[in-house]
């Protein structure tokens, strides 16, 4: 197959910059107290899978806190399923 020609393409660095910043996340800066053997757990799990800990930090909040909106979505379908089994069996 043969290979296209690239010379004439241009890197647009402004254009690249516009794009990173609408795609990054916006993100807040805060203080936290853990249990030490917690944070060594942390730094000794982020170094095993060779990614800073506070970006290990970060995913793991997260994806708890993901989980527990989906919890809760079903915990309400659950309920509402609920109310219109007791409303059916009622009339």
Request: net charge positive; charged share 30%; glycine share 2%.
């Amino acid at each position: 197959m043969k290979q296209p020609n690239l010379r004439h393409l241009k890197i647009d660095r402004a254009g690249t910059d516009t794009i990173r910043k609408a795609l990054r996340k916006s993100h807040v800066t805060i203080t936290i107290k853990l249990n030490a053997e917690d944070m060594r757990t942390l730094k000794t799990r982020s170094t095993k899978a060779g990614i800073p800990y506070q970006r290990l930090l970060s995913t793991l909040i997260t994806t708890t806190v993901s989980q527990q909106e989906s919890m809760q979505s079903r915990i309400d379908r659950l309920e509402q399923e609920l109310r219109k089994i007791k409303r059916h069996v009622a009339a």
